[in-house]
């Protein structure tokens, strides 16, 4: 069965900080990755997502990349902002069957 | 004992009709949610109830309308259906309204195709 870490549980940092979040998965038979954030009471955000020959997506200050064969994502976020604070969440698409990982808080102080 | 179960798997059906796509959860949990999962793979949320409760209701045409009859059922109802309707529909719950990440469950998916 798939399973999805990530690393780590909590972050806090100042403003303006780079930082990355990581997420690893244990079956590389994956369709595709996403990156999710998530607001309380608002569901899912869908903030990228990588096709299984794909190695990097971008958008905005986001930068998401995949390695397949040793089963690993990570999320980059460019000068952080106060309003990126949220729980971000890895999801591995195994076929129209997701798996989260159990996300990282961020929280980015003013 | 699937967890969140949508049915049916497949709907393939003509422009004009209307349809329903059920959804199930036996988790205990409080909160429900509908996403539409676009062409290019990106899921949009579209409503979430809370324990029956309308909670999130994203702009998305009134031609689709939850149904919550307790809070294990979240049922989608969608009149008039159109071409661009077509997608996969994914039901998911969560403990609480919160999203909790240990809690958040998804649906397999409904694949709709509107011909």
């Known amino acids: 069965k798939q399973e999805v870490t990530q690393i780590p549980a909590a972050l806090s940092v100042p403003e303006g900080e780079n930082l990355v979040l990581n997420c690893s998965f244990t079956d590389s038979a994956i369709y595709n990755l996403q990156w999710f954030r998530q607001d309380p009471g608002k569901g899912l955000t869908s903030l990228l997502l990588i096709q299984s020959s794909q190695r990097e997506q971008t958008s905005g200050r986001l930068n998401a990349s995949l390695d397949k064969s040793s089963g690993r994502s990570t999320l980059y976020i460019a000068a952080s902002q106060p309003g990126d604070s949220a729980t971000y969440l890895c999801a591995v698409d195994n076929f129209n069957k997701f798996y989260f990982g159990s996300g990282t808080k961020l929280n980015v102080k003013p | 004992d699937t967890a969140v179960s949508q049915t049916p798997k497949y709907l393939v059906t003509q422009m004009g009709n209307d349809k329903s796509i059920k959804c199930e959860q036996n988790l205990g949990h409080d909160t429900m949610y509908w996403y539409k999962q676009d062409s290019k793979k990106f899921l949009k949320i579209m409503f979430s109830?809370?324990?029956?409760?309308?909670?999130i209701n994203e702009t998305v045409p009134n031609r689709f309308s939850p149904k919550s009859p307790d809070k294990a059922h979240l049922n989608l109802h969608i009149n008039s259906l159109e071409l661009g309707d077509s997608a996969v529909y994914f039901c998911?719950?969560?403990?609480?309204?919160?999203?909790?990440?240990?809690?958040?469950?998804f649906g397999s998916g409904t694949r709709l195709t509107v011909v």
């Open positions: 109830y809370n324990n029956k409760e309308l909670i």
């Open positions: 998911a719950s969560s403990q609480d309204d919160q999203g909790s990440n240990y809690g958040y469950t």
